[in-house]
């Protein structure tokens, strides 16, 4: 089993502010994903990123694949009330299966 | 629009009353899951199909069962539901199986099962 550890798991911010959530395992992936998922809904895709190093944006979300493809972050610029969720990185290890993270639940205070 | 529907959304049924949730899609992709998740966890892999090849995954409970009769409709049974059964779950599908965005998955929005 691939774990994927997240971190923090609660995180709770006035808008405007900034966040970082920290995806970490001791396993390399052949790739990322990051979800998001709101209350009583299923997980939606955000990003996947692939290539050790990279950086994708996506308008104020910020994702990052470590070089040694082992680790990741999300990072967003004024968070708005629109953001809070449940932010699930999964990890796709060699058997081609997503291992989940524990998820990070980030709410935005108006 | 392509996408992936889960029936019904909310699902009550009694302790040991068989149960089935239904998930179809729309994206002609290859591969569907089934996923449970229980509050504020990430969503445990119950099993999935790649075409009609059916994979399980080696913890989960004899209790579930799959069917998927055609690309587009899959079925989730449970024969005996108990109380620890309670969960959300979730389907979800890729296009096929590899790394990148072969494997990125879509998912519906679940089904919320209470058993009573």
């Known amino acids: 089993t691939q774990l994927l550890e997240q971190s923090p798991q609660f995180l709770s911010i006035q808008e405007g502010e900034n966040l970082t959530v920290y995806c970490n395992s001791s396993?390399?992936?052949?790739?990322l994903q990051w979800y998001r998922q709101e209350p009583g809904e299923g997980p939606v895709l955000l990003v996947t990123?692939?290539?050790?190093?990279e950086v994708k944006k996506l308008k104020r979300l910020t994702f990052q694949f470590g070089d040694a493809r082992k680790d990741s972050s999300l990072h967003i610029t004024a968070a708005q009330p629109g953001d809070t969720g449940l932010y699930l990185c999964?990890?796709?290890?060699?058997?081609?299966?997503?291992?989940f993270g524990a998820g990070t639940t980030v709410t935005v205070r108006a | 629009d392509a996408m992936v529907i889960q029936n019904p959304r909310y699902q009550v049924t009694q302790f040991g009353k068989p149960v089935t949730l239904s998930c179809s899609q729309t994206?002609?992709?290859?591969?569907m899951y089934w996923y449970q998740q229980k509050s504020s966890q990430a969503p445990k892999l119950l099993f999935h199909?790649?075409?009609?090849?059916?994979?399980n995954e080696a913890d989960t409970p004899d209790n579930f069962q799959s069917r998927r009769p055609n690309t587009s409709f899959c079925f989730l049974d449970i024969r005996s539901p108990g109380l620890g059964d309670a969960a959300m779950y979730l389907c979800?599908?890729?296009?096929?199986?590899?790394?990148?965005?072969?494997?990125?998955?879509?998912f519906g929005p679940g089904t919320r099962l209470t058993v009573l």
């Open positions: 979800a599908t890729s296009r096929g199986v590899g790394r990148g965005k072969e494997v990125e998955q879509f």
């Open positions: 396993s390399v992936f052949s790739s």
């Open positions: 990123v692939v290539t050790g190093g």
């Open positions: 999964a990890g796709v290890g060699a058997n081609y299966k997503l291992s």
């Open positions: 994206l002609n992709h290859n591969v």
């Open positions: 199909y790649y075409d009609k090849d059916f994979n």
